[in-house]
């Protein structure tokens, strides 16, 4: 089993940066870790949940959504198996609930469907 724990969230300015992680426990984590992707996404209100981005364990290249392009960066650490959300010049748009999800197999993107998925933490940016 996997277990996603996330942490990080809070309220902040506009301008200001935000950093969360998430990490993964559990004996599949242990096992297979090297083959996992990883994908942090939000939702929020009144708007559908929306991908940010993806990594896969093996690779240090993340793919991300237009929308935050730029401005947020993802990134494992494979040791401590957890994965990094580094955000900047976030503005009031970037107010959500922020989850990430993984999966070990098949396509590592947005538009893939995640297995496991941690609780989310809420980011609010004030104008």
């Known amino acids: 089993q996997v277990q996603l724990v996330v942490l990080g969230g809070g309220s902040v300015q506009a301008g200001e940066s935000l950093t969360l992680s998430c990490a993964a426990f559990g004996d599949t984590v242990n096992t297979y870790w090297w083959r996992f992707c990883m994908g942090w996404f939000r939702e929020a209100p009144g708007k559908e949940l929306e991908g940010l981005g993806t990594?896969?364990?093996?690779?240090?290249?993340?793919t991300y959504a237009d929308s935050v392009r730029g401005r947020f960066t993802i990134s494992t650490d494979t040791a401590k198996k957890t994965l990094y959300l580094q955000m900047i010049s976030l503005n009031p748009e970037d107010t959500a609930m922020y989850y990430c999800?993984?999966?070990?197999?098949?396509?590592?993107?947005?538009?893939?469907?995640?297995?496991?998925w941690g609780l989310g933490t809420q980011v609010t940016v004030s104008s």
């Open positions: 990594i896969a364990t093996h690779n240090i290249y993340a």
């Open positions: 999800a993984a999966k070990d197999d098949g396509a590592c993107n947005i538009h893939a469907t995640f297995t496991w």
